[in-house]
């Protein structure tokens, strides 16, 4: 059975940094794609950065140059480092694992909160 969790999020003002993990079991983590979510109230999850083994990374537009996507395969986890945060990127984020066969995992995800 595949879990996921995640930590790292919390509160920071405008401009602030944090670093979210993501521990992954129960999958071949290395043949996986990564992916970092996120969900503001009243909105949709939108996927904002993701990370594969083979492809390299992408990023959604908003981040790219402030956010920070990476894996470690040998302790089964991906990270997002965040800088120049801004209270727009409140949201609560997800990592979601998708399989080579297809299949995503989410985790319970962790709130982020950018506010002065």
């Known amino acids: 059975q595949v879990h996921l969790v995640e930590s790292g999020g919390g509160s920071v003002q405008p401009g602030g940094s944090l670093r979210l993990s993501c521990v992954a079991s129960?999958?071949?983590?290395?043949?996986?794609?990564m992916g970092w979510y996120r969900q503001a109230p009243g909105k949709e999850r939108e996927l904002v950065a993701k990370?594969?083994?083979?492809?390299?990374?992408w990023y959604e537009e908003s981040v790219k140059g402030r956010f920070t996507i990476s894996r470690d395969n040998a302790k089964n986890t991906v990270y997002l480092q965040m800088n120049s945060l801004k209270p727009e990127d409140t949201a609560v984020y997800y990592c979601?694992?998708?399989?080579?066969?297809?299949?995503?995992?989410w985790g319970q995800g962790t709130q982020v909160t950018v506010s002065s």
């Open positions: 979601k694992l998708q399989e080579v066969a297809g299949t995503g995992y």
């Open positions: 129960g999958s071949i983590f290395s043949m996986s794609v």
């Open positions: 990370i594969d083994s083979f492809l390299g990374t």
